[in-house]
């Protein structure tokens, strides 16, 4: 069964930064591709950021240049390092692991982690 921790999460002054992790057991992490997503209330869920199991990486318009996606294969762990944070940044941040099993891509979640960037 696949699991996703997110962590890191935390209020922040505009112009912080804050580190989220995202810690994967129950799948074979390292062919998989991870991301990041995030959703306020009232909106649908959005792509903050993604990188493949051969580590590219694509990012929104809205935060490249500020956040960055990596992975650490040998601990199985995806992070999102967030600079320069501005309030329109405050929501609830999501990991995510996408598997291909015959041909269809299965979307797996973890539990989300607030962040809140103050003005």
């Known amino acids: 069964q696949v699991h996703l921790v997110e962590s890191g999460g935390g209020l922040v002054q505009a112009g912080g930064s804050l580190r989220l992790s995202c810690a994967a057991s129950?799948?074979?992490?390292?062919?998989?591709?991870m991301g990041w997503y995030r959703q306020t209330p009232g909106k649908q869920r959005e792509l903050v950021a993604i990188?493949?199991?051969?580590?590219?990486?694509n990012y929104a318009d809205s935060v490249k240049g500020r956040f960055t996606i990596s992975r650490d294969f040998a601990n199985n762990t995806v992070y999102l390092q967030m600079n320069s944070l501005k309030p329109e940044d405050t929501a609830v941040y999501y990991c995510?692991?996408?598997?291909?099993?015959?041909?269809?891509?299965?979307?797996?979640w973890g539990q989300g982690t607030q962040v809140t960037v103050s003005s």
């Open positions: 129950g799948s074979i992490f390292s062919i998989n591709n």
């Open positions: 995510n692991e996408k598997q291909r099993r015959m041909g269809v891509t299965y979307d797996y």
């Open positions: 990188i493949t199991s051969g580590g590219s990486t």
